[in-house]
């Protein structure tokens, strides 16, 4: 089996890229450029290709020559606050490329299947929400038309390889440095959960026998705070002196709460999330100190922390 991953070099691609190779299959790791990220990637079934999603023409001139059995779409600009500095950006790669990708899928291998990384924000909250909403509007699309196409409905997942900007990696690298930190409004609730867990969901929904679309997630909601009091616990310091509370970080029209329902997916497959908060934020801030020691952001021996 031949699968290709998209947005290769991103938490998600990293960890199902490496889940599938150990599995056996066959991986084109799809990543814009060579970078640092790329040593995440080495193993003796996975292969580095330069792809650019928004390039139709090179992603069909791909599913021509490697015969591709699935195609696990992550690539996007999966950050809220980066989709409102350009949500032209913001639509170009997280819809429209999804609707081209997967018209050459139903003209050139319709037998191939088809996994779009949605979103449990899905709808008109933000640029980012609503691209996704489109995307998802793609995959029906293309089901209607015959492609084998699923949409996973992802809620926040953190790991250490989270890029520093997002609010999980600011929270243990301040625990770990032993900084205190201004998180804004700490009441808004999530759905936190491992990258780890979720990409395990993606090939067992792409491997039913009929397609479904499904939540990704804990089905559990926790307040920012909850995150942020787990990363200082497992750094030994007293959460309640070093967290700050000013509402000075709030982004426009950010939902209050964001969560969704595994039981979709848990009637489906088995498969359910594994990893606890606390657990989640000991890992990342285990991470950020070795990094602080070493001053390397990536290593591959981050994955084993």
């Given at each position: 089996?031949?699968?290709?991953?998209?947005?290769?070099?991103?938490?998600?691609?990293?960890?199902?890229?490496?889940?599938?190779?150990?599995?056996?299959?066959?991986?084109?790791?799809?990543?814009?450029?060579?970078?640092?990220?790329?040593?995440?990637?080495?193993?003796?079934?996975?292969?580095?290709?330069?792809?650019?999603?928004?390039?139709?023409?090179?992603?069909?001139?791909?599913?021509?020559?490697?015969?591709?059995?699935?195609?696990?779409?992550?690539?996007?600009?999966?950050?809220?606050?980066?989709?409102?500095?350009?949500?032209?950006?913001?639509?170009?790669?997280?819809?429209?490329?999804?609707?081209?990708?997967?018209?050459?899928?139903?003209?050139?291998?319709?037998?191939?299947?088809?996994?779009?990384?949605?979103?449990?924000?899905?709808?008109?909250?933000?640029?980012?929400?609503?691209?996704?909403?489109?995307?998802?509007?793609?995959?029906?699309?293309?089901?209607?038309?015959?492609?084998?196409?699923?949409?996973?409905?992802?809620?926040?997942?953190?790991?250490?390889?989270r890029p520093v900007h997002f609010v999980s990696r600011r929270i243990a690298r301040a625990a770990a440095a032993g900084d205190v930190l201004d998180l804004g409004?700490?009441?808004?609730?999530?759905?936190?959960?491992?990258?780890?867990?979720?990409?395990?969901?993606?090939?067992?929904?792409?491997r039913l026998p009929e397609p479904l679309d499904a939540d990704i997630c804990t089905g559990v909601r926790h307040p920012l705070r909850a995150l942020a009091e787990a990363a200082y616990s497992a750094a030994g310091l007293d959460p309640a002196t070093h967290i700050v509370e000013t509402?000075?970080?709030?982004?426009?029209?950010?939902?209050?709460?964001?969560?969704?329902?595994?039981?979709?997916?848990?009637?489906?497959?088995?498969?359910?999330?594994?990893?606890?908060?606390?657990?989640?934020?000991?890992?990342?801030?285990?991470?950020?100190?070795?990094?602080?020691?070493?001053?390397?952001?990536?290593?591959?021996?981050?994955?084993?922390?």
């Amino acid at each position: 089996m031949i699968a290709l991953v998209t947005g290769a070099t991103g938490q998600d691609g990293i960890y199902l890229s490496r889940l599938l190779a150990d599995a056996g299959t066959t991986v084109l790791a799809g990543r814009r450029s060579p970078g640092p990220r790329d040593c995440y990637l080495a193993h003796r079934l996975i292969t580095l290709v330069d792809l650019d999603v928004t390039d139709t023409a090179a992603f069909a001139a791909l599913l021509r020559a490697r015969q591709i059995d699935e195609v696990y779409q992550l690539a996007a600009i999966s950050s809220v606050a980066l989709s409102w500095d350009d949500p032209r950006a913001t639509v170009a790669v997280n819809a429209e490329a999804v609707e081209g990708m997967l018209a050459a899928v139903r003209h050139i291998r319709p037998s191939t299947r088809f996994f779009q990384a949605s979103s449990v924000q899905a709808g008109p909250t933000s640029p980012y929400a609503a691209s996704k909403l489109a995307a998802e509007g793609s995959v029906a699309d293309a089901r209607a038309r015959g492609v084998f196409a699923v949409a996973g409905r992802l809620a926040n997942h953190e790991s250490p390889l989270r890029p520093v900007h997002f609010v999980s990696r600011r929270i243990a690298r301040a625990a770990a440095a032993g900084d205190v930190l201004d998180l804004g409004d700490l009441s808004s609730e999530r759905d936190w959960g491992h990258a780890r867990d979720h990409v395990a969901a993606m090939p067992l929904l792409l491997r039913l026998p009929e397609p479904l679309d499904a939540d990704i997630c804990t089905g559990v909601r926790h307040p920012l705070r909850a995150l942020a009091e787990a990363a200082y616990s497992a750094a030994g310091l007293d959460p309640a002196t070093h967290i700050v509370e000013t509402g000075a970080v709030a982004r426009p029209a950010d939902p209050v709460t964001v969560g969704g329902s595994p039981e979709a997916i848990t009637a489906a497959t088995g498969w359910r999330a594994r990893t606890s908060i606390a657990a989640l934020m000991a890992e990342l801030v285990a991470v950020e100190r070795r990094r602080l020691a070493s001053g390397l952001e990536d290593d591959v021996t981050y994955l084993a922390v």
